[in-house]
Structures are given as structure tokens and as C-alpha cells.
């Protein structure tokens, strides 16, 4: 089991920057890969940045790349975004996410199925 605790969301306006956390706690020792992904309202949960601890992979959505970057700790206890230049369309409840299964394709862990642990979100709320 692996619990997750999402902090550092806020209100900004755009072209600020903006940290968020993820506190892991738990079994962190199994963490196989660990995400972040958000959800507006009325739109679906869509990735925006992920990593595999093995192999140091990262994803990143086409719209944040070059903007947003996401990091962690070599316990595999804490995981952060950074996120550069924000705009109003990044508005939404940004969530921590924590799989422990390692997945052959790595483009998997881009989706919200392969994750089994998710934090209870933090708001992200950019005004223009």
C-alpha cells in the first residue's frame, strides 16, 4: 500500500510558476513509476507528466512540454511538478498518481489505468 498527499496548488495568474508535492508514504519501496495527472470540470483525468524510477523514463503531455517538469527523490518518497509559464487552461485539480507494477511499454504509464494509488488532488486555479 501507498498512500499520497498532493500540496502546493493555489491560485495564480498567468505566466507564473507554480511547485506542487507528492508525499509518499508507505511500502515507497515498490514504487515502480510515479505520475501526475489532472481533471477540469466536465473533462476527462488526462496525464500530465510521469516517470518510471526504473530506466528514469519521462512522459510529458504535448501542451506542458517545455513548461511543466516533474522530478522525485531516489527513496521514492516525495515527487514534484513544476510548472513554468502557466496559463488558464491549466486550471484544474491536479492529482499525485503511484503504480508498483513495471509494465513492458512504457507508453502505459501515460494512462490513468496503470496506476493503482492516487492522492486526493490539489486545486490549480491560473486567472487571466
Known amino acids: 500500500q501507498v498512500r499520497l498527499v498532493e500540496s502546493g496548488g493555489g491560485l495564480v495568474q498567468t505566466g507564473d510558476s507554480l511547485r506542487l508535492s507528492c508525499a509518499a508514504s508507505?511500502?515507497?519501496?515498490?514504487?515502480?513509476?510515479m505520475g501526475w495527472f489532472r481533471q477540469a470540470p466536465g473533462k476527462e483525468r488526462e496525464l500530465v507528466a510521469a516517470?518510471?524510477?526504473?530506466?528514469?523514463?519521462?512522459y510529458y503531455a504535448a501542451s506542458v512540454k517545455d513548461r511543466f517538469t516533474i522530478s522525485g527523490d531516489n527513496g521514492k518518497s516525495a515527487d514534484y511538478l513544476d510548472m513554468n509559464s502557466l496559463r488558464p487552461e491549466n486550471t484544474a485539480v491536479y492529482y499525485c498518481?503511484?503504480?508498483?507494477?513495471?509494465?513492458?511499454?512504457?507508453?502505459?504509464?501515460?494512462?490513468?489505468?496503470?496506476?493503482?494509488?492516487w492522492g486526493q488532488g490539489t486545486q490549480v486555479t491560473v486567472s487571466s
Open positions: 498518481a503511484a503504480t508498483t507494477l513495471n509494465y513492458k511499454i512504457g507508453a502505459y504509464y501515460q494512462t490513468s489505468r496503470a496506476y493503482s494509488f
Open positions: 516517470t518510471t524510477w526504473s530506466g528514469g523514463s519521462t
Open positions: 508507505g511500502r515507497t519501496f515498490t514504487t515502480a513509476a
